[in-house]
């Protein structure tokens, strides 16, 4: 192989890692700020609205979610944002236009924020009923989940991309 | 790229080892807290005294500041993180996914023992300063064992596993500047 070919092959790495460290330097400076409290907010009203059409009787009150036997607190770790901004980077990071990017990182913004707000419902639930299990929910499965999820969404669309660049 | 059979079955693969992993994990996380206390110990700084209740890793520093505890798991996601990647991975022999699972564990541990030193040298900074030395700290281990496995966890799948089940005129390669040009491989 060339040196030139070599170069071909390891740009894509370092382009996608220099990506993804960008991406953890941009999540630390959101830590602490005001928006990440807004989205936190809004991650626990998205998630009292769904435990409370599913029948539960929560309510939202900033980033507190409580009923009246159990309640959690938001925070920026249990906000989509984290396996948003490293997708984004991702996203980013793949030779594509920037059309694609665009939808992209849309479809990571409805989806992963779905799956997030899944996340809360199903450990408020767990936390009610099976208080014993909720920290391995927590923190191994639903956390596995979630980043699973971004790198799951990344492959799809990446292979999306690909086709049709192919056709 | 993987197309959707394969993409599918890596999906449905990581689901089942992702519950099967984390039921066995349950049964050794408290010994695994052990092993990173036992060989940290030694790497954080006098003042500070490592122990482990539970699944929690403790830092007494009576002189500093008040307790700092962190949970086990958060640490211990990451690793369920590249286990999984590796177990569920389309394309891989039975000898590779056994290396990879070796090296990211241990890199994993390495980490670990890393990342709990320098969080006990991180409460010796911040003990006296004010809360925003704090905030720094948490901020630090937050980005440590919340994303950074996860960005491993992805360069992982980008750099060794697609090329190994991704045809060589499908992988991206550098000198691409739009989606109108072909990949090709040299």
């Keep these: 192989m060339t040196h030139r070919g070599l170069v071909r092959l390891a740009v894509p790495g370092v382009i996608l890692a220099g990506s993804l460290v960008a991406s953890l330097a941009i999540y630390y400076g959101l830590l602490g700020s005001a928006w990440v409290e807004v989205v936190a907010a809004g991650t626990a009203d998205m998630a009292s609205r769904t435990l409370n059409l599913l029948g539960a009787s929560t309510t ?8 009246s036997g ?48 899944l996340r809360i419902v199903s450990l408020f639930w767990i936390g009610s009923a099976f208080p014993e ?34 056709d | ?26 049964g050794l996380a408290d010994d695994y807290n052990r092993a990173v206390v036992a060989v940290a110990g030694p790497l954080t700084p006098a003042k500070v005294t490592l122990s482990v209740l539970g699944q929690f890793i403790v830092f007494d520093a009576p002189d500093i500041g008040p307790l700092v505890s962190l949970r ?29 699972l070796a090296i990211l564990g241990a890199a994993g541990f ?22 925003d ?30 090329p190994r089940v991704t045809p060589p005129r499908e992988r991206p390669t550098g000198g691409e500047g739009s989606a109108n040009q072909a990949s090709t491989a040299p």
């Design chain 1, 60 to 67: 939202a009150n900033g980033t507190t979610l409580y009923s």
């Design chain 1, 70 to 117: 159990f309640a959690v607190s938001v925070v920026a770790e249990c906000t989509a944002l984290g396996p948003l901004v490293l997708f984004t980077g991702a996203v980013a990071a793949y030779p594509s236009s920037w059309r694609d990017k665009g939808v992209g990182v849309a479809l990571g913004l409805v989806v992963l924020n779905a799956i997030n707000v």
């Design chain 1, 133 to 166: 299990y909720l920290d391995v929910a927590h923190l191994i499965v639903w956390q596995t989940a979630l980043v699973l999820s971004a790198i799951i969404l990344w492959l799809w669309w990446a292979e999306r991309v690909a086709r049709a660049r192919r």
């Design chain 2, 1 to 26: 790229m993987l197309g959707g059979t394969r993409l599918s079955t890596f999906a449905f693969r990581a689901a089942v080892s992702l519950l099967i992993v984390s039921v066995l994990w349950v």
């Design chain 2, 72 to 100: 086990g798991f958060a640490l211990h996601y990451g690793l369920v993180l590249v286990a999984v990647l590796v177990l569920a991975a389309v394309g891989l022999g039975v000898v590779s996914r056994v290396v990879w």
């Design chain 2, 110 to 131: 390495a980490s670990h023992v890393a990342g709990v030193a320098l969080l006990a040298w991180g409460v010796v900074w911040a003990g006296g300063r004010g809360t």
């Design chain 2, 133 to 162: 030395a704090w905030s720094v700290v948490y901020n630090v281990y937050a980005v440590f064992w919340g994303l950074v496995p996860a960005a491993i966890g992805g360069f992982w799948c980008f750099a060794f596993w697609l």
